[in-house]
């Protein structure tokens, strides 16, 4: 390798409004993956020689991503605006640097706030499982919070 | 588990000054473990479901981190201040959001600017070999290229 690739490899500057040079911003996932708006996916490191990938995720003000639950864990670091996420029963408010750890099978879910966007780094393993979307049973034991029904209306 | 319990542990709320609720501010290393200045670490997401850790190390004005090379990679984003880091035989400029990648068996460190702190996220495997010292000819290997020389020399 000369040392110019090696730099090439090893340095991603930072652009303006959170890109990278040579960062594809991706849709979040599949339309039919399960409902969800205004988000979109960049994967900062995936290599096969690490066992763990670091995305970065922005929901523009009002979007949202996924509601969804898996056996793998999310390790999120909001990096930008504010917004609020739902995890298992409990809502959050979410501002800068706020860590947030989401355990196995947990319903989750992030919400941008309608003036500011919400942007977060995900911590997950290389090899995971498909995300589970609830089914009607499920999503009724949600709603049958206050708290968690006013997150889920975005209000 | 209770939805207190849930709650205290999914969320670590940022506090002033890059710390985090919870989130204990360690040595950087052990001292025989190689030279380094002022630099401490923070482990932000480790956890045996996890594959991969993330760590916030911050280094003070004019302090370095150790001069070192691994079987394992690191995958670097660039938080707060600024900074310059050595990757192979290349010194890199360090400003905020930079990611760095630090492929198998390179040599790296990283200095913050004399003015400045220098602080970033490390993403590594959870399972992980020990670093190396650069030994006697490999120290005047790097030595002689004049801009690693003077990354080292922290002019």
Chains 1, 2 share one sequence.
Not at 21 to 46: C, M, N, T, W
Not at 62 to 78: C, N, Q
Not at 80 to 102: E, F, K, S, W, Y
């Amino acid at each position: 390798m000369t040392s110019e690739t090696a730099e090439f490899m090893s340095l991603r500057k930072a652009a303006a409004d959170f890109a990278w040079e040579g960062v594809a911003r991706h849709p979040y996932k599949d339309a039919e993956a399960g409902p969800f708006r205004a988000i979109s996916r960049q994967i900062l490191f995936s290599d096969p020689r690490l066992d763990g990938e670091l995305r970065y995720f922005e929901i523009e003000p009002g979007g949202f991503s996924t509601l969804e639950r898996h056996a793998h864990m999310h390790g999120v670091m909001i990096l930008r605006g504010c917004g609020q996420c739902l995890i298992g029963m409990a809502v959050h408010t979410l501002n800068p640097h706020d860590l947030v750890m989401i355990e196995p099978w947990t319903w989750h879910q992030f919400r941008a706030s309608a003036a500011e966007p919400l942007g977060f780094l995900c911590l997950v393993n290389s090899a995971r499982d498909k995300p589970c979307l609830p089914n009607v049973e499920e999503f009724a034991l949600l709603r049958a919070n206050p708290a968690v029904a006013r997150f889920l209306d975005g209000a």
